[in-house]
Protein backbone atom coordinates (compact mmCIF):
# COMPACT_ATOMS: atom_id res chain seq x y z
CA UNK A 1 0.00 0.00 0.00
CA UNK A 2 1.69 3.28 -0.82
CA UNK A 3 1.71 6.29 1.49
CA UNK A 4 -0.03 9.13 1.36
CA UNK A 5 1.86 12.29 0.39
CA UNK A 6 2.48 14.85 3.01
CA UNK A 7 0.32 17.88 2.71
CA UNK A 8 -0.79 20.99 5.07
CA UNK A 9 -3.71 23.00 5.01
CA UNK A 10 -4.21 26.44 6.11
CA UNK A 11 -7.39 27.70 6.88
CA UNK A 12 -8.43 30.78 8.69
CA UNK A 13 -11.19 30.82 11.56
CA UNK A 14 -13.12 33.59 12.82
CA UNK A 15 -11.63 36.58 15.60
CA UNK A 16 -8.12 36.58 13.83
CA UNK A 17 -7.49 32.77 14.37
CA UNK A 18 -6.55 29.90 11.95
CA UNK A 19 -5.86 26.30 11.36
CA UNK A 20 -2.74 24.38 9.99
CA UNK A 21 -3.86 20.84 9.65
CA UNK A 22 -1.12 18.33 8.34
CA UNK A 23 -1.92 15.14 6.53
CA UNK A 24 -0.38 12.21 5.12
CA UNK A 25 2.94 10.49 6.04
CA UNK A 26 5.71 13.01 7.05
CA UNK A 27 8.77 10.80 6.46
CA UNK A 28 12.02 10.69 4.61
CA UNK A 29 12.08 10.25 1.16
CA UNK A 30 8.47 12.34 0.72
CA UNK A 31 8.62 15.74 -1.08
CA UNK A 32 7.66 17.57 1.67
CA UNK A 33 6.00 21.48 1.19
CA UNK A 34 8.94 24.19 1.88
CA UNK A 35 8.31 26.67 4.80
CA UNK A 36 8.81 29.29 3.03
CA UNK A 37 5.41 28.83 1.31
CA UNK A 38 3.93 28.46 4.90
CA UNK A 39 5.27 32.09 6.30
CA UNK A 40 4.30 33.45 3.18
CA UNK A 41 1.12 32.33 3.87
CA UNK A 42 0.89 33.33 7.58
CA UNK A 43 2.57 36.82 7.30
CA UNK A 44 -0.37 37.44 4.51
CA UNK A 45 -3.29 36.08 7.14
CA UNK A 46 -1.17 37.75 10.12
CA UNK A 47 -3.67 35.30 12.43
CA UNK A 48 -3.00 35.98 16.43
CA UNK A 49 -3.71 32.18 17.02
CA UNK A 50 -3.26 29.43 15.05
CA UNK A 51 -4.39 25.36 16.24
CA UNK A 52 -2.16 22.88 14.27
CA UNK A 53 -4.03 20.04 14.20
CA UNK A 54 -2.32 16.70 13.65
CA UNK A 55 -5.81 13.94 13.53
CA UNK A 56 -5.10 13.46 9.75
CA UNK A 57 -1.44 12.93 10.07
CA UNK A 58 -0.31 9.44 8.89
CA UNK A 59 3.30 8.22 9.67
CA UNK A 60 5.99 10.88 10.98
CA UNK A 61 9.73 10.86 11.89
CA UNK A 62 12.07 13.98 12.02
CA UNK A 63 10.74 15.18 8.84
CA UNK A 64 7.48 16.42 10.30
CA UNK A 65 9.37 17.77 13.61
CA UNK A 66 12.06 19.69 11.85
CA UNK A 67 9.39 21.39 9.88
CA UNK A 68 6.86 21.78 12.84
CA UNK A 69 9.77 23.03 15.04
CA UNK A 70 10.06 25.74 12.17
CA UNK A 71 6.92 26.44 12.36
CA UNK A 72 7.21 26.98 16.56
CA UNK A 73 9.94 29.37 16.24
CA UNK A 74 8.45 31.59 13.77
CA UNK A 75 5.43 31.74 15.72
CA UNK A 76 7.00 32.96 18.96
CA UNK A 77 9.36 35.32 16.97
CA UNK A 78 5.99 37.04 15.36
CA UNK A 79 3.98 36.90 18.78
CA UNK A 80 1.75 34.08 17.56
CA UNK A 81 0.04 31.88 20.09
CA UNK A 82 0.33 28.32 19.38
CA UNK A 83 -1.45 25.42 20.48
CA UNK A 84 -1.14 21.75 19.55
CA UNK A 85 -4.43 19.18 19.22
CA UNK A 86 -4.81 15.53 18.05
CA UNK A 87 -1.15 15.21 17.89
CA UNK A 88 0.26 11.53 17.96
CA UNK A 89 1.84 10.18 21.38
CA UNK A 90 5.45 11.80 21.66
CA UNK A 91 5.05 14.84 19.42
CA UNK A 92 4.13 17.37 21.89
CA UNK A 93 7.54 15.87 24.24
CA UNK A 94 9.48 15.85 21.27
CA UNK A 95 8.86 19.53 20.90
CA UNK A 96 8.67 20.51 24.49
CA UNK A 97 12.10 19.28 24.63
CA UNK A 98 13.61 20.83 21.71
CA UNK A 99 11.79 24.07 23.09
CA UNK A 100 12.63 24.12 26.44
CA UNK A 101 16.01 26.28 25.85
CA UNK A 102 14.91 29.48 23.58
CA UNK A 103 17.05 29.93 20.21
CA UNK A 104 20.11 32.36 21.52
CA UNK A 105 19.90 36.09 20.30
CA UNK A 106 22.73 37.83 19.88
CA UNK A 107 22.91 41.16 21.51
CA UNK A 108 25.01 44.26 20.50
CA UNK A 109 27.25 43.29 23.80
CA UNK A 110 27.95 40.04 22.27
CA UNK A 111 29.58 41.95 19.08
CA UNK A 112 30.82 44.96 20.18
CA UNK A 113 31.62 47.77 17.89
CA UNK A 114 35.07 48.79 18.02
CA UNK A 115 33.89 52.08 19.53
CA UNK A 116 32.23 50.27 22.25
CA UNK A 117 35.71 48.80 23.12
CA UNK A 118 36.86 52.47 23.73
CA UNK A 119 34.63 52.88 26.39
CA UNK A 120 36.16 53.13 29.61
CA UNK A 121 33.18 50.78 31.51
CA UNK A 122 33.71 47.92 28.58
CA UNK A 123 37.56 47.98 29.54
CA UNK A 124 37.12 48.13 33.08
CA UNK A 125 34.76 45.44 33.07
CA UNK A 126 36.94 43.71 30.45
CA UNK A 127 40.32 44.07 32.88
CA UNK A 128 38.46 43.04 35.72
CA UNK A 129 37.26 39.97 34.45
CA UNK A 130 40.78 39.14 33.32
CA UNK A 131 42.11 39.68 36.45
CA UNK A 132 39.39 37.74 38.56
CA UNK A 133 39.92 34.77 36.05
CA UNK A 134 43.90 35.36 36.61
CA UNK A 135 43.33 35.16 40.41
CA UNK A 136 41.19 32.44 40.21
CA UNK A 137 43.92 30.01 38.29
CA UNK A 138 46.16 31.15 40.24
CA UNK A 139 44.39 29.97 43.63
CA UNK A 140 43.83 26.86 41.64
CA UNK A 141 47.53 26.49 41.13
CA UNK A 142 48.66 27.25 44.42
CA UNK A 143 46.23 24.52 45.71
CA UNK A 144 47.79 22.05 43.09
CA UNK A 145 51.43 23.09 44.39
CA UNK A 146 50.13 22.48 47.83
CA UNK A 147 49.11 19.09 47.10
CA UNK A 148 52.21 18.18 45.38
CA UNK A 149 54.47 18.75 48.40
CA UNK A 150 52.09 16.65 50.69
CA UNK A 151 52.44 14.09 47.69
CA UNK A 152 48.23 14.03 46.87
CA UNK A 153 48.80 15.49 43.36
CA UNK A 154 47.84 13.36 40.43
CA UNK A 155 50.86 15.12 38.76
CA UNK A 156 53.09 12.37 36.39
CA UNK A 157 56.72 13.26 36.13
CA UNK A 158 56.87 10.93 33.08
CA UNK A 159 55.12 14.27 31.32
CA UNK A 160 57.39 16.89 33.58
CA UNK A 161 60.64 15.57 31.92
CA UNK A 162 58.60 15.47 28.17
CA UNK A 163 58.07 18.95 28.92
CA UNK A 164 61.56 19.72 30.10
CA UNK A 165 62.80 18.70 26.78
CA UNK A 166 60.23 20.06 24.84
CA UNK A 167 61.32 23.91 26.88
CA UNK A 168 64.61 23.26 27.07
CA UNK A 169 67.21 21.58 24.24
CA UNK A 170 64.63 22.28 21.26
CA UNK A 171 64.46 25.95 22.38
CA UNK A 172 68.40 25.87 22.10
CA UNK A 173 68.14 27.51 18.29
CA UNK A 174 66.45 30.23 18.72
CA UNK A 175 67.84 31.08 22.19
CA UNK A 176 71.29 31.10 20.77
CA UNK A 177 70.67 33.15 18.16
CA UNK A 178 68.68 35.82 19.33
CA UNK A 179 71.20 36.27 22.61
CA UNK A 180 74.23 36.41 20.34
CA UNK A 181 72.68 39.12 18.45
CA UNK A 182 71.32 40.91 21.44
CA UNK A 183 74.65 40.76 22.66
CA UNK A 184 76.15 42.43 19.69
CA UNK A 185 73.15 45.39 19.56
CA UNK A 186 73.47 45.87 22.72
CA UNK A 187 77.40 46.12 22.42
CA UNK A 188 77.21 48.43 19.42
CA UNK A 189 74.84 50.51 21.20
CA UNK A 190 77.03 51.05 23.86
CA UNK A 191 80.22 51.07 21.70
CA UNK A 192 78.83 54.40 19.66
CA UNK A 193 78.86 56.35 22.73
CA UNK A 194 81.68 55.26 24.60
CA UNK A 195 84.04 55.52 21.28
CA UNK A 196 83.49 59.76 21.98
CA UNK A 197 85.83 59.07 25.31
CA UNK A 198 88.11 56.53 23.83
CA UNK A 199 86.18 54.17 26.36
CA UNK A 200 85.62 51.24 24.18
CA UNK A 201 86.78 49.04 26.72
CA UNK A 202 84.07 49.78 28.97
CA UNK A 203 81.80 48.01 26.77
CA UNK A 204 82.66 44.82 28.13
CA UNK A 205 81.15 46.45 31.55
CA UNK A 206 77.73 47.27 29.47
CA UNK A 207 77.35 44.07 28.02
CA UNK A 208 78.00 41.81 31.04
CA UNK A 209 75.51 43.82 33.27
CA UNK A 210 73.41 44.40 30.90
CA UNK A 211 72.87 40.65 29.68
CA UNK A 212 73.17 39.40 33.25
CA UNK A 213 70.31 41.53 34.93
CA UNK A 214 67.89 42.81 31.84
CA UNK A 215 68.70 41.34 28.40
CA UNK A 216 69.43 38.24 28.67
CA UNK A 217 66.45 36.99 30.85
CA UNK A 218 64.07 39.34 28.98
CA UNK A 219 64.81 38.66 25.73
CA UNK A 220 64.45 34.65 26.65
CA UNK A 221 61.35 35.19 28.13
CA UNK A 222 59.76 36.61 25.55
CA UNK A 223 60.74 34.12 23.11
CA UNK A 224 60.04 31.51 25.36
CA UNK A 225 56.50 33.49 25.33
CA UNK A 226 56.09 33.11 22.28
CA UNK A 227 57.29 29.70 21.39
CA UNK A 228 56.93 27.50 25.08
CA UNK A 229 53.47 29.66 26.26
CA UNK A 230 51.65 29.43 22.92
CA UNK A 231 52.53 25.75 22.59
CA UNK A 232 51.11 25.12 26.01
CA UNK A 233 47.71 27.31 25.06
CA UNK A 234 47.43 25.23 21.89
CA UNK A 235 47.88 22.08 23.53
CA UNK A 236 45.27 22.36 25.98
CA UNK A 237 42.73 24.19 23.83
CA UNK A 238 43.14 21.23 21.55
CA UNK A 239 42.14 19.11 24.77
CA UNK A 240 39.43 21.00 25.35
CA UNK A 241 38.06 20.97 21.98
CA UNK A 242 38.28 17.00 22.15
CA UNK A 243 36.36 16.86 25.31
CA UNK A 244 40.01 15.44 26.63
CA UNK A 245 39.83 17.76 29.58
CA UNK A 246 36.14 17.18 30.45
CA UNK A 247 37.03 13.43 30.38
CA UNK A 248 39.34 13.71 32.75
CA UNK A 249 37.42 16.35 35.34
CA UNK A 250 34.25 13.09 35.10
CA UNK A 251 37.48 10.35 36.14
CA UNK A 252 38.23 13.02 39.02
CA UNK A 253 41.21 13.72 38.15
CA UNK A 254 42.08 17.55 38.74
CA UNK A 255 43.28 19.26 35.18
CA UNK A 256 45.37 21.44 36.83
CA UNK A 257 47.44 18.64 38.57
CA UNK A 258 47.67 16.64 36.11
CA UNK A 259 47.94 19.43 32.95
CA UNK A 260 49.23 22.18 34.27
CA UNK A 261 51.88 21.55 37.10
CA UNK A 262 54.17 19.25 34.99
CA UNK A 263 54.53 22.43 32.42
CA UNK A 264 54.71 24.65 34.74
CA UNK A 265 57.74 23.29 36.88
CA UNK A 266 59.23 22.46 33.53
CA UNK A 267 59.30 25.86 32.82
CA UNK A 268 60.36 26.73 36.25
CA UNK A 269 63.37 24.43 35.75
CA UNK A 270 64.40 25.35 32.34
CA UNK A 271 64.11 29.35 32.22
CA UNK A 272 67.30 29.88 34.99
CA UNK A 273 69.07 27.51 32.92
CA UNK A 274 68.37 29.51 29.03
CA UNK A 275 68.93 32.56 30.93
CA UNK A 276 72.33 31.32 31.53
CA UNK A 277 72.84 30.36 28.05
CA UNK A 278 72.01 33.03 26.67
CA UNK A 279 73.96 35.50 29.21
CA UNK A 280 77.27 33.37 28.31
CA UNK A 281 76.06 33.81 24.60
CA UNK A 282 75.43 37.47 24.69
CA UNK A 283 78.76 38.01 26.67
CA UNK A 284 80.53 36.34 23.88
CA UNK A 285 78.36 38.61 20.92
CA UNK A 286 79.21 41.84 22.53
CA UNK A 287 82.74 40.53 22.57
CA UNK A 288 82.71 40.59 18.77
CA UNK A 289 81.69 43.99 18.37
CA UNK A 290 84.23 45.04 21.23
CA UNK A 291 86.62 42.86 19.00
CA UNK A 292 85.88 45.10 15.50
CA UNK A 293 86.60 48.32 18.05
CA UNK A 294 89.99 47.23 18.67
CA UNK A 295 89.56 45.52 22.15
CA UNK A 296 91.48 42.63 22.60
CA UNK A 297 90.03 39.47 23.57
CA UNK A 298 91.95 39.36 26.71
CA UNK A 299 91.05 42.97 27.23
CA UNK A 300 87.16 42.05 27.37
CA UNK A 301 87.36 39.52 29.39
CA UNK A 302 89.60 40.95 32.01
CA UNK A 303 86.82 44.17 32.42
CA UNK A 304 83.76 41.86 32.08
CA UNK A 305 85.17 40.03 34.97
CA UNK A 306 85.53 43.40 37.00
CA UNK A 307 82.25 44.15 36.45
CA UNK A 308 80.67 40.75 37.08
CA UNK A 309 78.75 40.71 40.38
CA UNK A 310 76.48 37.74 42.00
CA UNK A 311 74.29 40.13 42.66
CA UNK A 312 73.74 40.54 39.28
CA UNK A 313 74.11 37.55 38.02
CA UNK A 314 71.06 36.51 41.01
CA UNK A 315 68.56 39.10 39.68
CA UNK A 316 68.56 37.69 36.32
CA UNK A 317 68.05 34.46 37.78
CA UNK A 318 65.09 35.56 40.29
CA UNK A 319 63.72 37.52 37.31
CA UNK A 320 63.93 34.19 35.25
CA UNK A 321 62.29 32.41 38.09
CA UNK A 322 59.16 34.89 38.32
CA UNK A 323 58.97 35.33 34.38
CA UNK A 324 58.39 31.37 34.17
CA UNK A 325 55.72 31.29 36.16
CA UNK A 326 53.96 34.43 34.81
CA UNK A 327 54.43 32.37 31.36
CA UNK A 328 53.00 29.07 32.25
CA UNK A 329 50.11 30.71 34.04
CA UNK A 330 49.16 32.66 31.31
CA UNK A 331 49.84 29.58 28.18
CA UNK A 332 47.81 27.15 30.55
CA UNK A 333 44.83 29.31 31.57
CA UNK A 334 44.20 30.18 27.88
CA UNK A 335 44.29 27.00 26.99
CA UNK A 336 41.62 25.94 29.94
CA UNK A 337 39.35 28.29 29.13
CA UNK A 338 39.55 28.07 25.27
CA UNK A 339 36.29 27.18 23.29
CA UNK A 340 35.65 24.22 21.74
CA UNK A 341 36.49 25.39 18.22
CA UNK A 342 39.60 25.14 15.80
CA UNK A 343 39.28 29.48 15.86
CA UNK A 344 39.04 29.19 19.52
CA UNK A 345 42.41 27.37 20.00
CA UNK A 346 44.05 30.03 17.73
CA UNK A 347 42.79 32.42 19.65
CA UNK A 348 43.44 30.83 22.73
CA UNK A 349 47.56 30.94 21.42
CA UNK A 350 47.35 34.28 20.83
CA UNK A 351 45.46 35.28 24.23
CA UNK A 352 48.46 33.89 25.70
CA UNK A 353 51.12 35.92 23.84
CA UNK A 354 50.16 38.78 24.53
CA UNK A 355 48.70 37.97 27.91
CA UNK A 356 52.40 36.89 28.76
CA UNK A 357 54.28 39.29 26.80
CA UNK A 358 51.99 42.11 29.34
CA UNK A 359 52.73 40.07 32.40
CA UNK A 360 56.95 40.38 31.77
CA UNK A 361 57.00 44.01 31.08
CA UNK A 362 55.10 44.74 34.42
CA UNK A 363 56.68 42.16 36.31
CA UNK A 364 60.37 43.03 34.93
CA UNK A 365 59.47 47.34 35.36
CA UNK A 366 58.21 46.34 39.09
CA UNK A 367 61.30 44.35 40.14
CA UNK A 368 63.62 46.85 38.57
CA UNK A 369 61.69 49.45 40.87
CA UNK A 370 61.91 47.10 44.00
CA UNK A 371 65.58 46.70 43.64
CA UNK A 372 66.10 50.00 42.88
CA UNK A 373 64.03 51.31 46.07
CA UNK A 374 66.73 48.41 47.61
CA UNK A 375 69.89 49.45 46.01
CA UNK A 376 70.79 45.81 44.78
Same mark, same amino acid.
Given at each position: ?? !??Q?K???? =???M?TST?S??G?????KN?AS?S?L???????RPS????????? %???????? &???? +?CH???? $??G??????NM?A %???????VA??????Q? *????S =??W? !? $?????????T?????R? !?LSFT??VT?????L??????TR?????N??F?A @???A?A?I *??? !??LV %???LGY? @??V??K?F????Y /???L?V?G?????????TAV??????GA?????? @?T?? $????I??I? $??GIS???????? +????????? =????I???IL???G??????????? =????M?QG???L??ID?A /????KA????IL????GC??G?????????? %?Q &???????T???Y???ADA??NI??????I
Open positions: MN !SLPYKLA =PDADLFSDWVQGTFIQSELRSSHLTIDGSSL %GAWDSIFM &AFLL +RDYCH $TQIALQNQP %GVDKLLATAVQPYP *TAED =PSW !S $TLNPRHLLRVTLDIE !SGEIALSRVRGKANFSDFWFCQ @GPNFI *TLT !SV %GMIL @GAQLQGAEV /VANVIMLREMGVLMVMAGRTAYAAQL @GMQ $TNEEDAT $TMPIEFLVLP +RMLALIIIM =PLLTYADGILGGIVAGGLGVS =PIQYVEAASFV /VGLLLVFAIAIARAINSGRSSAAV %G &AATNAVVALILIVAIIFQQLS
